[in-house]
């Protein structure tokens, strides 16, 4: 099928009111930017929709398949084009409706005329094209109302425009349309797909990792930039800071009592957090975190996280089931690389018995005769810093997906 354009509507976006515009040309930029690959590919604007074209049929077909990936679009539909010619319609009207799987369905020809001198009038062209392409394609039923097919035809008088095929786009905000965010992201199934939820939101995010060697290994960190690499997918741009953990994570053990190590660990993780997103000027932190999945997940453990800092802690799964968020992580394509088994550097020092309901002052009386503060400041700084996507690919472990 050759197609002249792909329309692409808006949805959300078009309610914003007076940041519409701001909206739609970051949606532009977004557009651009995931097809940056595209040499052909043009963007052209109006009101209330968008318009891509490529004069290579190859970046065609790609736009349309990879246009579902970018958030901001609520749908899109491929156009055709032919001459202002009544056989030169039926012939593509056949064409398009072809392409779909239309035994079976309901149908119904849409005609706008827009140019008013063509012989046939709006009713009689409807009439024309749908006997032409219900006897071509036998197996339709006509109907008026809702029908599963709808062929809209524009009659202009230097061509006439064709669509069929209404495809869903990942709906949401155009990512960077909602400021920037700093996501705590380990090798888990969770905090990828807190990552997408955020961006679907229209936020920017970066990402910290903490990496602790040798405890955790080299192939566990390259775990966490193939996700990084999967998830820019959707946010363009994905920058991971990561933090050297070792000592702030050894000295820990020493430190506090055993069943509280853990509640102790995410509070020093935030803590470093949120040095670096004031430095990369994120405006909140995001965990992968969920109510009562483990010991460190109840809201006591919650509270005594949040303690440690008053900048929002977003947690967009901690209403979610692990089935809903597993299969999120299938659709989006982290599942696979999150479930490759390697250590990460909290499940290294779970204590058998984690306290599920930590009292905060009691916790803060235990780190009180640590000075972590120095041990802070030399994580954050010394911290590596990687972009991505990445030309190459980053993981080293293919041979065990
Ligand atoms: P995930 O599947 O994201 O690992 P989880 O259900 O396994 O989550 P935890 O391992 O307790 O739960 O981690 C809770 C959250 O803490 C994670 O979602 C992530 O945001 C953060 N986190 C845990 N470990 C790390 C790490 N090594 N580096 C950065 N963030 C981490
Ligand atoms: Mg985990």
């Not at 040095?275 to 453990?301: F, H, M, P, Y």
Request: charged share 25%; with cysteine.
């Amino acid at each position: 099928m050759k197609w002249h354009e792909i329309l692409v509507r808006y949805g959300e976006i078009t309610t914003k009111g007076r940041n519409r515009n701001q909206f739609i040309h970051r949606l532009r930029d977004n557009i651009r930017h995931t097809f940056k690959d595209l040499e052909n590919m043009k963007v052209r604007m109006e009101r209330d929709r968008m318009y891509l074209s490529s004069t290579s049929d190859e970046e065609m077909e790609q736009i349309i398949e990879r246009l579902r990936e970018v958030f901001g679009v609520q749908s899109y539909s491929p156009v055709a084009e032919c001459p202002t010619d009544l056989d030169a319609m039926k012939a593509l009207a056949k064409e398009i409706v072809q392409t779909l799987d239309y035994e079976g369905k309901t149908f119904k020809v849409n005609v706008k005329r827009s140019y008013k001198d063509f012989p046939l009038e709006t009713y009689e062209l409807n009439r024309e094209v749908a006997a032409y392409v219900l006897s071509e394609l036998p197996g339709m039923q006509v109907q008026m109302k809702n029908p599963e097919i709808e062929l809209r035809i524009e009659v202009r008088q230097e061509a006439t425009y064709m669509m069929v095929e209404v495809i869903q786009g990942a709906a949401g905000l155009p990512v960077g349309s909602n400021g920037k965010a700093l996501l705590l992201l380990s090798g888990g199934i969770d905090s990828p797909v807190a990552a997408y939820l955020m961006m679907k939101r229209g936020v920017t995010v970066e990402a910290i990792h903490f990496f602790s060697p040798p405890f955790t290994s080299d192939q566990s960190l390259g775990k966490v930039k193939e996700l990084c690499q999967i998830i820019s997918k959707f946010g363009g741009k994905v920058r991971l800071h990561v933090i050297p953990f070792t000592e702030i994570q050894q000295t820990i053990q020493q430190a506090v009592p055993k069943n509280v190590t853990m509640t102790t660990t995410r509070r020093l993780m935030m803590q470093v957090s949120d040095i670096v997103r004031e430095e990369v000027k994120a405006k909140a932190l995001v965990t992968g975190e969920n109510l009562g999945q483990v010991a460190s997940q109840t809201l006591d453990s919650l509270a005594a996280i949040n303690a440690v800092t008053t900048t929002p802690i977003l947690r967009p799964l901690i209403t979610y089931d692990k089935l809903e968020i597993i299969d999120i992580a299938q659709k989006i394509g982290t599942y696979e690389t999150s479930i490759v088994p390697f250590e990460d550097c909290c499940t290294v020092f779970t204590p058998a018995n984690p306290k599920t309901k930590p009292r905060t002052d009691k916790i803060e009386y235990y780190e009180s005769f640590t000075d972590f503060d120095e041990m802070i400041e030399r994580a954050v700084r010394n911290r590596e810093v990687h972009n991505f996507p990445q030309v190459e690919v980053v993981n080293d472990f293919e041979d065990l997906l």
